[in-house]
Structure formats: structure tokens, C-alpha cells
């Protein structure tokens, strides 16, 4: 058993791209898989994940729409937030195949599960348990512990998580502008700016194809074309 007195989480602490590919692995199959690809692929913080709905995923023109959270914690104790979309500084990006098949798939699971709990309240969110409750802030920062701790992992935050694919995308992105608008550079000041807005990040097409075959596990090479096999 690792102890955190041994392993202690650094917030600045984040995977290298070999572990990164470890943790996909270990991922692979689990209920969470989708969630823990859009921190990587995207750098979604668990707020703005947790903020994510239906409505801003287009599976028929194979886009997702990405809004910054604001928020004001109501009750440390029990996790209660009270979060709203900054939909003015919202940024639309091509949904990768791999994300859009596990998304697919989970909200097929969703409409399955509502049959069997009847709880429609929370239909429009895409991070929901089993019961149709919408997922504590704090689930997916629990497991991602167990799989560090499980498959050898060094431990990070999702905060971690969400920057350990930030040397992969500059580098595959091959443009600064790109790079920072795929990142969402201008939105992480005190006072999000909006300066790539309306920035096209589906013209480059040679870096959603890597991107997407790092996620299936699959060759960075160039010319190399996605299986969409999971």
C-alpha cells in the first residue's frame, strides 16, 4: 500500500507521456474512461466537467463546446458548489472519435439507467451516477488515486492530469497560436479573456488525428490513420 507520507501529491505534479500512456491502459473499460479523456484531451477542470451537458456536444457535426466555470463553494463539507457557465467565453473544438464513441456509449447507459431509476431531474449532464444524481466533485479525483496507486502511477491531482498532455499538444500542434488556443491559454488569467475567439481548431487535422490515436492507444505517426477500435 502506498502511503501519502511516502508518495506525496505535488500540485504541480503531472505524467509523463510514458505514464500518460500506462494510464490509458489502466483506464481502458472503466466507467470513468470518458471522463479522464476529456481532462486530458481537453484540460477540462472538474467544475467545468462536471458543468458539461449534452447540449454542448453535437454528434452529428462532431463538435464540443467548452465553457469556464465560476463557482462559490457553499459547504466545504459536503462538497456543495454553486457553479455557473461562462457561456460568453465558450470555445467549440472537434470532438475526437475516441471521445465521441465512449460518449455515445455512456449516454446509451444513461437513458438505460433513467429507465430503471426514473430520476430525470439531471437528464441534460453528462457526469451523472447510476442513480441519475449528478457525480460528487470529488469521485473522479478519488479514483484517479486507486489507478496511480494500482499500476505504479506517481499520485497527481486532476489538476495534473489536466496538464500532462501540455508538451504533447504543443509539440503536435507545430503553430502558438494553435497551441494556445487549443489550450485555452487566454481563459486561465484571474479575469478570462476571450482573445482566440472564433479561432478555427479544425484546420489542422494532422493534430486531431495524433491526438485522437494517443487516446485509442495507437501510432503518432502522421500519416498513420485512426482504426476506431477501442
Known amino acids: 500500500m502506498i502511503s501519502k507520507k511516502n508518495n506525496p501529491i505535488k500540485n504541480d ?28 484531451a481537453y484540460q477540462f477542470s472538474r467544475l467545468e466537467l462536471m458543468s458539461l451537458e449534452w447540449q454542448d456536444i453535437d454528434f452529428e457535426n462532431d463538435t464540443i463546446t467548452i465553457c469556464p466555470v465560476s463557482y462559490v463553494v457553499l459547504n466545504k463539507f459536503y462538497y456543495s458548489w454553486h457553479i455557473e457557465k461562462l457561456t460568453e467565453l465558450k470555445r467549440e473544438f472537434p470532438l475526437l472519435p475516441n471521445i465521441k464513441k465512449l460518449l455515445i456509449e455512456l449516454k446509451e447507459q444513461q437513458e438505460i439507467n433513467l429507465e ?9 449532464f453528462v457526469c451523472l451516477k ?6 460528487n466533485v470529488n469521485t473522479l479525483s478519488r479514483n484517479i488515486r486507486y489507478l496511480c496507486r494500482d499500476n ?18 504543443c509539440n503536435q500542434a507545430r503553430d502558438y497560436d494553435y497551441y ?29 488525428t495524433a491526438l485522437n490515436n494517443l487516446l485509442e492507444g495507437g501510432q503518432l505517426d502522421r500519416k498513420s490513420k485512426s482504426d476506431m477500435e477501442m
Not at 26 to 36: D, L, N, P, R
Not at 130 to 135: D, F, L, P
Not at 184 to 200: A, C, M, Q, S, V
Open 130 to 135: 447510476k442513480n441519475g444524481t449528478r457525480m
Open 13 to 40: 505534479q503531472s505524467f509523463n507521456l510514458d505514464e500518460v500512456k500506462t494510464f490509458l491502459k489502466a483506464t481502458k473499460g472503466s466507467m470513468y474512461e470518458a471522463y479522464f479523456k476529456l481532462i486530458l
Open 152 to 169: 505504479n502511477l506517481p499520485p497527481i491531482l486532476l489538476s495534473g492530469l489536466k496538464m500532462s498532455l501540455e508538451g504533447f499538444i
Open 116 to 124: 430503471d431509476n426514473g430520476n430525470d431531474e439531471n437528464i441534460n
Open 180 to 208: 494556445r488556443a487549443w489550450t485555452r491559454f487566454d481563459h486561465k488569467f484571474n479575469r478570462p479573456k476571450n482573445i482566440y475567439n472564433g479561432y478555427n481548431l479544425f484546420r489542422n487535422k494532422r493534430f486531431v
